[in-house]
């Protein structure tokens, strides 16, 4: 028999791990900013996004060029259209990045990004969640983020859910919808990081 499975719909998305300097750094960096309130309502970026939690900041720009986290996310894009699609990136060009605090009780309704190329990964992660209202239920969405293309399809997905994990950097096409679900019985911050980015047009 010769046949072979095609996959000509649907995103791909990539998980890449953070090197351990830069969530270091991007961690020190908010514990500063969050002392100084004049800096912080100068680089405040929630008016511009989706979230209903405690801050949402941009990052500064000397402060990007300092961990060098441009060229971290330029060469993850650039090896994920490379090995994943056999496309060759020639653009890689930052919109904006931002750190997000999300405490119980807070939440990110379902939303898509501008430019090409977004993503978010992890730099605090509560140690638990909260339980599910429902015992019965397969999974505890709490402070998951919930990724969602389309509609219920055969043999295929249409949602996929991420567990945080402090390091973990998940990229993904800007148009990808997504949610960030709440959570309960903690104290703690979920902080994570994401961006937007625009790339060659023809890809």
């Known amino acids: 028999m010769n046949f072979e499975i095609l996959k000509p719909f649907g995103p791909s998305i990539v998980k890449v791990v953070m090197p351990k300097e830069i969530v270091a750094g991007m ?3 908010v514990d500063d900013l969050i002392k100084n309130k004049n800096e912080m309502d100068k680089l405040n970026h929630g008016k511009y996004l989706a979230g209903n939690v405690t801050n949402e900041f941009r990052l500064d720009v000397e402060f990007m060029k300092k961990i060098k986290w441009v060229e971290f996310l330029a060469s993850s894009c650039e090896k994920w259209l490379l090995e994943g699609h056999n496309i060759t ?4 060009d930052m ?18 990004h501008s430019g090409h190329i977004s993503g978010v990964g992890y730099l605090k992660v509560p140690e638990n ?4 209202p429902q015992s019965n239920k397969k999974s505890n969405p709490n402070g998951r983020l919930e990724l969602i293309h389309g509609s219920r399809q055969f043999l295929c997905n249409s949602l996929f859910k991420v567990k945080p994990k402090v390091g973990e950097f998940y990229f993904f096409p800007n148009y990808l919808m997504h949610t960030v679900y709440p959570f309960k019985d903690s104290d703690e911050e979920r902080r994570s990081v994401s961006f937007n980015a625009d790339i060659d047009e023809d890809i």
């Open 27 to 29: 961690n020190e960096y």
């Open 89 to 92: 990136l020639r653009r890689f």
């Open 95 to 112: 919109i904006a990045s931002w750190i997000v605090r999300q405490f119980k009780n807070e939440y990110n309704p379902t939303h898509w």
């Open 129 to 132: 969640f909260g339980s599910s």
